[in-house]
C-alpha cells in the first residue's frame, strides 16, 4: 500500500514563538527591525499566506520520518554557545574544486560562476571566494571503486583533513565541492557529503546530481582490476564528468548553501517548507524550496547582519542583470 502524504502544519502561536522567542531580549531585537523586515517575516505565521508553506511529508523514508530530531527555534539558535559566526576577520567563504567539474575548462568557468553568484547572493554580506582547483592526488586521499556502482569514490575525512589544513587565515569556512562520489568509511555504501561544524570545513559531491549517475548510460564505471595501487592517482585522469546541465545547477547551488547553513549553525527545519529541511533522497531534496522559512532566515539575518528587504532586492537586480547578460 503507497504511502499517505501528511501535512505538518503548526499552529499560528507555535511558529510565532519560533521566530519571535519568549526572550524579552530577542522579542526586543525583533521589533527593532524595520518595518519591511517584520512584514515578510510575519507571513511565517499568517493563516492565509501564500509565500511559506507547512512542510508536506511524503512518505516513511522522508528526512523529518525517519530521522526525528528536536527542532530548532531562533532563540535555540542564537543561545548556542557552540554555534560559529563569521566575524570581520573571518569572513569569507572559500570554495575549493577537487578534480574537474565540467568537461572543458570553460564549461568548469562559467560553473563555478554561476556557483560562486549564488552563495553571494544567499549569504548576502559575507564574500564567496574560488580557491584554485586541486587535483585528487594532491589531497593524498584515499580512494575505492565501489562495487555496488563501479564508480570510483574519495573518502571524505581526508578531504576533510587537507582542507582543515589549507584553511585560509580569514575564512569563516571553506567547502570542497567536486563531481567524485563520496564515502566516509569502509562500510558505507556513499555519502552526498560530509562537514565538521566546529573546524569549518565540509566536502560534497555532485556526482549523483547528473541526469544518468544510476542508468546503465553512465560512463564513469571502472573495474577493480584496473585499481592497481592506492597510491595511483592516475585513474583519475580523464575520469567522466557529468554534463552541466540546468537540474544538476539547482541541485548544486540547493546543497551548497544547505550545507554552509549548517555551518552557520543553523539545524534541519522543521516548521515550514524551507531549504534548510532534511532530504534523504533525491527526490525529497528536489522537493525543498529554494528559499529559507522565515524562522531560519532570521537566524541567518542573526549571523550574518544583513537587512532583509535589501537582500531580496539585490538578489533581484542581479537576476535582472544576469538575464540581460543571458
Known amino acids: 500500500m503507497a504511502d499517505k502524504m501528511q501535512v505538518l502544519r503548526h499552529s499560528e502561536h507555535t511558529l510565532k514563538t519560533a521566530l519571535l522567542s519568549k526572550n524579552p531580549v530577542l522579542v526586543s531585537q525583533y521589533e527593532k527591525l524595520d518595518a519591511g523586515e517584520q512584514r515578510l517575516m510575519n507571513e511565517a505565521f499568517q493563516p492565509r499566506s501564500n509565500l511559506f508553506e507547512p512542510i508536506t511529508v511524503h512518505s516513511q523514508s522522508d528526512w523529518i520520518s525517519s530521522h526525528p530530531e528536536a527542532p530548532q527555534d531562533f532563540e535555540q539558535f542564537f543561545s548556542d554557545r557552540y554555534r560559529k559566526a563569521p566575524c570581520p576577520k573571518k569572513h569569507i567563504i572559500y570554495i575549493q574544486s577537487i578534480g574537474s567539474l565540467g568537461n572543458t575548462r570553460v564549461i568548469s568557468e562559467e560553473y563555478i560562476k554561476w556557483l560562486k553568484g549564488y552563495c553571494e547572493a544567499f549569504f548576502y554580506g559575507l564574500k564567496v571566494k574560488f580557491l584554485e582547483p586541486v587535483s585528487v592526488s594532491e589531497t593524498k586521499c584515499s580512494f575505492r571503486v565501489n562495487e555496488h556502482t563501479q564508480n570510483l569514490q574519495i573518502h571524505t575525512g581526508h578531504i576533510l583533513a587537507f582542507l582543515k589544513k589549507n584553511k585560509p587565515e580569514d575564512a569563516f569556512c571553506i567547502v570542497g565541492i567536486t563531481m567524485i562520489d563520496l564515502y566516509p568509511r569502509d562500510s558505507w555504501n556513499f555519502v552526498f557529503g560530509q562537514a565538521s561544524l566546529s573546524s569549518g570545513v565540509g566536502i560534497f559531491s555532485f556526482a549523483r546530481y547528473g541526469k544518468d549517475f544510476y542508468t546503465s548510460k553512465y560512463e564513469g564505471n571502472v573495474t577493480s582490476l584496473q585499481l592497481t595501487s592506492p597510491t595511483d592517482y592516475s585513474i583519475f585522469d ?70 532583509i528587504v535589501e537582500r ?15
Open 238 to 307: 580523464n575520469y567522466y564528468i557529468p554534463e552541466i546541465t540546468s537540474v544538476l545547477l539547482l541541485r548544486s547551488c540547493k546543497t551548497l548553501t544547505h550545507e554552509i547553513g549548517h555551518i552557520l549553525g543553523l539545524r534541519h527545519c522543521q516548521w515550514l517548507a524551507c531549504l534548510m529541511q532534511g532530504s534523504n533522497h533525491l527526490e525529497e531534496s528536489d522537493r525543498r524550496p529554494l528559499n529559507v522559512c522565515p524562522i531560519c532566515l532570521r537566524k541567518l539575518q542573526s549571523a550574518i547582519g544583513f537587512n
Open 312 to 326: 531580496y532586492r539585490m538578489n533581484e537586480e542581479r537576476l535582472q542583470q544576469q538575464l540581460q547578460i543571458e
